[in-house]
């Protein structure tokens, strides 16, 4: 590994913003490595050299003349395959997208290409973004760089992979349920779900629309609150997108202060079903705040129970009628059976050919739970959970000013452990799931190795609603429980992949 490309985000930033070094260099240096390692992890499931280049030899070009304005200018970043990009294939993991190439940038893709950060490439993903080990990809399954046998999480585990392997310094991830948490958990990076519509979903290829959520992916907090602040903003395009009021989240993360601040341990996400391991990297975390000074208070969110049951009714209600529109005329993939076809017959074998058993599933069970007769005993009980989870939570945060949870139940499990048992993955993403039913923003931290594995554990901190702020300020405090006075990291790092 180069010194650039072990490098934060924030410190290429500088280098760059200084002339330094260039961005030219620095995206060859990233691209030099993913070339060689992408292989080993399948984090990319596309990249071009010449058009990143070329990216980078314009930032540097504005650098020059004095027209640079973004903080991360220059500085690379790939994106996940789910969204929409003009100059390269968009295939949200699935074969029924293979080769379509989008006729217009994402709003985040766009925002990227005006802070001139050259784009490194698409990285893996589940298929329509269902799933949590990436398993679930039409184009296999990206690897853990702590141990190649393992899952990164999903997801987003081309995104969390790529970051810990050090093939990107910066990464986009969605967030539906937790996609973007519970890969940085997987991986030891830091991942961030902003409050719902902080950041606009034009251009996301929609899983749930009332839970998506796109954020950043990265090796610290300081990268992530710098990229938040590049990609969140009103679009009129996305008519769920909030006005621009959240202020600098640059800013939280340099305000950190421990002094008055009230942690709240939900008492349903604290003890049953966590890997012993993850349970104790966990407990530190608690009693390190408390010992720097937070008032530690347990908060109860009877609901939680709930929370898995209704999200797997709403998602996949949700998912159904986003996915309606992959029917052979309008995107990708089409299927003609022999004979003489109707319209129906190619758009049934079309999705028959191009969904996975994963899509298919929720595809039936969403349809299954929106159909007369069944509504209200499915669909409508799952939105009445959401809502007295959502009570919970605004109850809890009257109590305490954030709240914390392991992100994940376990350390990164084996590839081919879970894949043939649906309800064992889905139950990874207990205690990500109620974020997105209540809108909240949520991060996730590393905060150790398990003590059983030796694989990173995660804690995740939930805030309340548009108060993404608070999140990375107390974010940032957790992050600096596990770095010594120079700024390193006390927790140890991913092996070289070049080793591996
Ligand atoms: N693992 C969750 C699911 O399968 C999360 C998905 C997501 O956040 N995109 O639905």
């Not at 899509?359 to 159909?371: C, E, F, M, P, Q």
Request: hydrophobic share 40%; aromatic share 6%.
């Amino acid at each position: 590994m180069t010194e650039i490309t072990s490098s934060s985000a924030a410190v290429l930033a500088g280098l760059i913003s200084s002339k330094q070094v260039s961005s030219v260099e620095i995206t060859t240096a990233f691209l030099d490595r993913l070339e060689k390692l992408n292989p080993k992890t399948n984090s990319y499931l596309y990249f071009n050299r010449e058009n990143s280049l070329a990216q980078a030899k314009k930032a540097d070009q504005q650098l020059a003349d004095g027209t640079a304005v973004s903080p991360l200018h220059g500085v690379p970043i790939a994106v996940k395959d789910n969204l929409t990009t003009t100059d390269a294939p968009t295939t949200a993991g699935s074969k029924i997208l293979e080769g379509w190439v989008p006729q217009y940038d994402a709003t985040v893709v766009r925002k990227l290409r005006e802070a001139s950060m050259p784009i490194l490439g698409k990285t893996n993903l589940d298929e329509f973004a269902m799933g949590s080990s990436t398993e679930f990809s039409a184009y296999g399954p990206s690897k853990n760089p702590w141990d190649l046998t393992r899952i990164p999480g999903g997801s987003g585990g081309g995104s969390s992979s790529a970051i810990a392997g050090h093939l990107a310094p910066l990464a986009i991830g969605s967030d539906t349920g937790g996609s973007i948490r519970f890969p940085a958990a997987m991986t030891g990076s830091v991942g961030a779900k902003p409050t719902y519509g902080a950041v606009s979903r034009y251009g996301l290829i929609a899983l749930a629309s009332s839970l998506d959520q796109i954020g950043p992916v990265t090796n610290s907090v300081m990268d992530a609150a710098m990229l938040q602040d590049v990609i969140a903003g009103h679009d009129p395009h996305d008519s769920t997108s909030l006005p621009d009021s959240l202020g600098s989240m640059v800013q939280s993360v340099k305000e950190a202060d421990v002094k008055g601040l009230r942690v709240g341990v939900i008492r349903q996400l604290s003890s049953d079903g966590f890997q012993p391991g993850v349970k104790a990297c966990f407990d530190d975390t608690i009693e390190k705040l408390a010992a720097a000074g937070a008032e530690i208070i347990e908060v109860d969110c009877p609901s939680f129970e709930y929370a898995v049951a209704a999200y797997y009714l709403i998602l996949p209600a949700e998912a159904s009628s986003n996915l309606a529109k992959f029917d052979s005329v309008r995107f990708g993939l089409r299927v003609t059976p022999e004979g003489n076809p109707t319209i129906e017959d190619v758009m049934a074998a079309t999705r028959e050919q191009g969904f996975g058993p994963e899509v298919k599933r929720r595809i039936i069970l969403g349809t299954y739970a929106l159909s007369s007769g069944y509504y209200d005993a499915y669909y409508g009980s799952a939105q009445k959970v959401r809502t007295l989870i959502q009570q919970d939570l605004a109850k809890a945060f009257t109590q305490a000013d954030v709240l914390l949870t392991p992100t994940a139940p376990t350390t990164a499990f084996k590839i081919g452990e879970k894949v043939d048992d649906p309800l064992a993955m889905y139950l990874n993403d207990v205690a990500t799931i109620p974020a997105n039913l209540a809108g909240i923003p949520g991060i996730s931290v590393p905060n150790g190795l398990a003590s059983e594995d030796g694989l990173p554990s995660g804690v995740q901190i939930l805030a309340p609603a548009m108060q993404d702020g608070q999140m990375y300020r107390v974010a940032s405090i957790v992050e600096k429980l596990y770095t010594d006075q120079w700024g390193a990291s006390l927790i140890a790092r991913v092996p070289d992949l070049e080793a591996l």
